[in-house]
């Protein structure tokens, strides 16, 4: 297991560019198995989640190359199989999303459940009762979900709760399906608006997407499209929080204002300088950072995946700070960590309560999950002393190259490589 070595303090100065967003980019991924034409994705990060997300499509019968600007994907005539194994479905809750598409597209699919996550229960129970919606039927057996219809028909579903997988899911397959869908109370994430992008390029009827309703005319068949994956909006955030946390200045390009409004409007608070324009994010802190409260909520509310992140940079505000966590019911393991560098934060069930300024110091700690990677980073960077975060498996399933993107705006971090098994 590769580990980070990061010499703190420092102060981040300079620019980065952020990477396709990762969330943005498996469902586009999964939408190749709706067509037998060519798809090319450009901007596709180079993480570990898409790597396992191509493995998973190589399975299904998806050829796939990489390109100087991304992947371009074929699924020439059907899916070679309809069965998603737990071999691969393990690695990667989001490898669900090929359940709508290989229903929609093959008639039947097979598909492991995903299993269990660090960060809390995700259950699919909504995507499947969406698919049940559209005339499929759904068995539950052995540990996988098999889905089959002779082809889906048009309908309207409502989640009982917003999605964000869930309604990429059922967009997907909807496309296919004989007739109109509308699914309302539908997740709002840009990932989804980006998605329908995609979708549209490729010869689907759908409008309404980024809002709580999303119409669908379904068509016979889609086609070829070329399509730009959205800039990582958690990966700008992250890299955001780190001026604020290091007191310095940084600019990400291809970060847009209106997907990052809430982290915005806090790090305003929090007394730092924000500055956007057409392509890219400034963020720069010159003075005693003040605390602010925050509350996670599905989108437009503050995102859960900058929590931990946040959580991080109220450790150097002036005074006490209070973090509630809405969404999921596990994504607090990052506090002991913190802990283990100095931070003085107390939790209540889904209330942190963060008093600082801490002087944090370096320590060895240890990455539970992608977002709690990030926070350990983000402190580390802000510490004294050497810090070692282990398990960055995790960083490096969401995150492109991080630890040279801080080294070019001053960080002084370096990727130890693990040694080869004997």
């Known amino acids: 297991m590769d580990r980070f070595r990061i010499e703190g303090p420092c102060r981040l100065r300079g620019s980065v560019t952020a990477a396709g967003a990762k969330n943005a980019a498996l469902p586009a991924l999964a939408a190749c198995l709706l067509t037998e034409a060519p798809v090319e994705l450009t901007r596709v990060p180079r993480v570990r989640d898409i790597e396992t997300m191509r493995q998973l499509l190589h399975h299904l019968g998806v050829v796939s190359e990489s390109t100087d600007e991304g992947v371009r994907l074929q699924c020439t005539g059907l899916p070679t199989t309809d069965d998603a194994p737990y071999q691969l479905v393990k690695k990667m809750r989001a490898s669900a999303l090929v359940l709508g598409p290989l229903v929609a597209r093959l008639g039947h699919a097979r598909v492991s459940l995903p299993g269990g996550c660090a960060i809390g229960v995700r259950p699919i129970d909504q995507h499947l009762a969406g698919l ?114 290091t007191l310095g200045d940084v600019t990400v390009r291809h970060a847009k204002a209106a997907d990052l409004a809430p982290l915005l409007e806090k790090l305003a608070d929090c007394g730092c300088h924000v500055e956007t324009d057409a392509d890219g994010l400034r963020v720069r802190a010159e003075q005693s950072l003040v605390p602010c409260d925050v509350a996670t909520a599905p989108h437009p509310g503050f995102p859960t995946d900058l929590q931990a992140q946040l959580m991080a940079l109220m450790t150097q505000a002036v005074g006490t700070a209070s973090i509630e966590e809405t969404v999921f019911e596990n994504r607090f393991q990052h506090v002991p960590e913190l802990h283990r560098m100095g931070a003085d934060i107390r939790v209540n069930g889904s209330h942190a309560t963060i008093h600082g300024p801490s002087r944090l110091s370096g320590a060895n ?44 705006l001053g960080a002084r971090v370096e990727r130890i490589r693990s040694s080869p098994a004997a």
């Not at 010869?203 to 999303?214: D, H």
């Open 132 to 245: 049940e919606a559209l005339g499929a039927e759904v068995a539950l057996e052995h540990g996988y979900v098999t889905a089959t219809a002779r082809r889906l028909v048009g309908t309207t579903f409502r989640f009982s709760n917003p999605t964000v997988g869930g309604t990429e899911n059922l967009m997907m397959a909807a496309c296919l399906a004989h007739g109109t869908t509308v699914l309302e109370n539908c997740a709002r994430e840009p990932e989804i608006v980006d998605l329908a992008r995609l979708l549209t390029e490729m010869g689907a009827q759908l409008r309404g997407a980024g809002s709580e309703r999303i119409e669908i005319q379904g068509v016979d068949t889609l086609g070829s499209a070329r399509h730009p994956i959205v800039g990582d909006r958690i990966e700008a955030g992250t890299y955001l929080i780190g001026a604020a946390i």
């Open 365 to 408: 700690v240890m990455a539970t999950d992608l977002r709690a990677s990030a926070s350990l980073v983000l402190a580390a960077l802000a510490a004294e002393g050497t810090t070692v975060v282990d398990r960055i498996y995790h960083l490096d399933r969401g995150y492109e190259s991080m630890e040279l993107k801080l080294q070019s």
